[in-house]
């Protein structure tokens, strides 16, 4: 179960965990109220939250360390232009 979705920031080290490890993942929660916030997983949902641009400095430099990051949040942009 992965809990605090609405209040995560980043879900792509939670979700990189389950995939090593072959975890299943039966639930997600987003929100305070049990069991009425608890939901099946939406694979949708979790890609986007795991994808999503990453916050920058004011004036927009990014360091080496995070152009790594960068490209992933852009791979799938790419990948429409690409694909027919």
Same mark, same amino acid.
């Given at each position: ?5 609405? @209040? ?11 995939? #090593? !490890? !072959?975890?299943? *993942?039966?639930?997600? $929660? !987003? &929100?305070? #109220?049990?069991? @009425? +916030?608890? /939901?099946?997983?939406?694979?949708a949902y979790l890609s986007h939250r795991a994808? #999503? /641009?990453?916050?920058? $400095? +004011?004036? *927009? ?10 490209? /992933?949040?852009?791979? &799938?942009?790419?990948? !429409?232009?690409?694909?027919?």
């Open positions: 179960m992965i809990t605090k979705t609405d @209040e995560a920031t980043q879900l792509a080290p939670v979700i990189d965990c389950l995939i #090593r !490890n !072959n975890l299943p *993942l039966m639930f997600l $929660s !987003n &929100g305070q #109220r049990v069991p @009425e +916030d608890l /939901s099946q997983p939406d694979i994808m #999503r /641009s990453r916050s920058y $400095s +004011d004036d *927009l430099s990014i360091n080496d360390d995070q152009i790594p990051a960068v490209l /992933s949040d852009h791979l &799938g942009d790419w990948l !429409n232009k690409v694909a027919p």
